[in-house]
């Protein structure tokens, strides 16, 4: 039994081909019952228990990134559908600081009505099957770019960008209409 399995563990290590579609989030799933943090890590929100109705999650691969700062995020806070939208929440893999930061830099004055929330350990955004490996540019795995129609608690439409961080089919223009 110790012998197969010492032979098992030096065997090379594959992956095997699937023809299936990617595995991450899909229209119906329950959004995790995880917790998240806005502006201190003291503050923690519960997006399952928070988000009552209608909503939007908007993942961003980092804050301040070029893209998520003058282009994605920017979008839903100037979008004029976005008060019928609901409650909106734009997540990425960062502590509480730097989200609260961005936010400020974004909004300066909270008026869209939009929140920043911090994912400093990627768990959230892996329990959505949403992470993806991005050492060699953020230094850890990141939030793939997406948005999420999301209502009584479950995932009414996913966008989700196919090479993970193009400004494509997360836009407002594509989400909010």
């Not at 209608?54 to 961003?60: A, H, P, W």
């Not at 939208?85 to 961005?102: E, L, M």
């Not at 959505?128 to 948005?147: H, P, Q, T, V």
């Amino acid at each position: 039994m110790f012998a197969a399995r010492r032979l098992a563990s030096q065997l090379p290590r594959t992956r095997a081909f699937h023809a299936s579609a990617p595995a991450f989030v899909q229209k119906g799933d329950a959004i995790p019952n995880l917790d998240l943090v806005e502006n201190s890590p003291g503050n923690k929100v519960n997006l399952a228990k928070e988000i009552k109705g209608k909503g939007v999650i908007i993942g961003t691969p980092a804050a301040f990134s070029p893209a998520c700062s003058s282009t994605h995020v920017p979008g839903y806070i100037n979008h004029p559908k976005l008060k019928e939208a609901g409650q909106v929440f734009v997540i990425s893999v960062n502590d509480p600081f730097v989200t609260q930061a961005w936010a400020t830099s974004l909004d300066p004055t909270g008026k869209s009505g939009v929140r920043f929330l911090g994912d400093p350990s990627g768990q959230f955004t892996e329990a959505l099957d949403l992470s993806f490996e991005s050492s060699a540019i953020f230094g850890n795995n990141r939030s793939k770019r997406y948005a999420l129609l999301v209502e009584d608690g479950k995932v009414k439409e996913a966008f989700v960008e196919p090479d993970n961080t193009g400004v494509n089919v997360s836009t407002a223009e594509k989400v909010l209409g």
